[in-house]
Structures are given as structure tokens and as C-alpha cells.
């Protein structure tokens, strides 16, 4: 559990998959987000933050009661300014789960599960949203490459995005693991 990585992950799911390299990007666009169904990417946080808007407006729009969606931000205290939006998307998802160390609690709700990470975990310094569903299969998953407390805008990231069904379908398998191996602890 220490040493799982989403985004290693993705990596190699995507090795067979058709993963288009964008190189260094200023900032995600839209139009690279919803024409290209793969893409790798190294950023900015404002570009990690756009992505996961993105896909969670994407949730938002098609409400399906029989989805999932996984979220992992670093620390939950990053969840307050975006907090009301996971709340609806709590509303119209099967369940959300959200990834972080413990440094702030977000209010209850009967479809959000918290999953608390130690600072010591590589997935505590990676930012996700995975959206699985029938009407929905979407991932952005990203890795803070600086691995050191600094300004959010100096931060840079690896960034994978990928709406390839069987992908995220085995990222949501993989976050279950995780989820599993949390819960028995």
C-alpha cells in the first residue's frame, strides 16, 4: 500500500494502449482534453486542477446513481474551496471516495468515503479523479514530481488522461485494491 502509485499504474496500463505524448504544456486546453481520447502531459497544477474540473462537471452532467468516482487530492484540505461540488456529485454517484492525508474533515454524506493516507504513501502526493460508470468512463491521474511543500503554482506534474473504457476500468480496479487494503488495516 506504501508504495502503490496510481499513476505508475496508468503507466503501465497505458504501455498497450495508444497514449499520445503532448510534451510540456503551459495549460491544458479543452480542446486537447475532449478530442483526444489518451494523452501524457507535463504541467502545472492549474492544468491538474482544469482536468479534474472537467471530468467533474462530466459527472455532473450525466447523472447515473450507478457510478463511482475516485478522488484523490494530497491532503483533504485542498477538498474546501470544491467541497460543495463533491457533495453533488455524492448526490448523483453510487459512492465517492476521496484520497488525502488527514488534515481537514469534509461534511458527512452517505455516499462519500474517506480514505485517509499517511504523508509517507506515494499516492499522497498524486491528484486523480476517476469516473466509472455506464454513461461515464473518464481518469485524469497526476504525480507532484517536486515531492517538497512549495507554492501550488510552482508545482509541476506528469499528468495522464485517458476516457479508454478498459483503462479506466482497470484504474477503478486497481483504486478498489486500495480501498480494500485501507479498510482491513
Known sequence: MKNFSIFEHALQFSETNNIENLGEIASLARRDFLERESFICHTTTASVEYGCLMIENAILLRTNRSGRVYAGVEKFSALQPIIDRYMRIADVSESVYLFGQDDWRPPRHPNIRLITLNPDFRLAREWFVIAHSSSLNCALVAFDETRVESVPEQIRY??????????????????????DWCLAA
Open 158 to 179: 506528469w499528468a495522464m488522461k485517458t476516457s479508454n473504457q478498459n483503462l479506466v476500468g482497470g484504474l477503478a480496479n486497481a483504486v478498489e485494491g486500495v480501498i
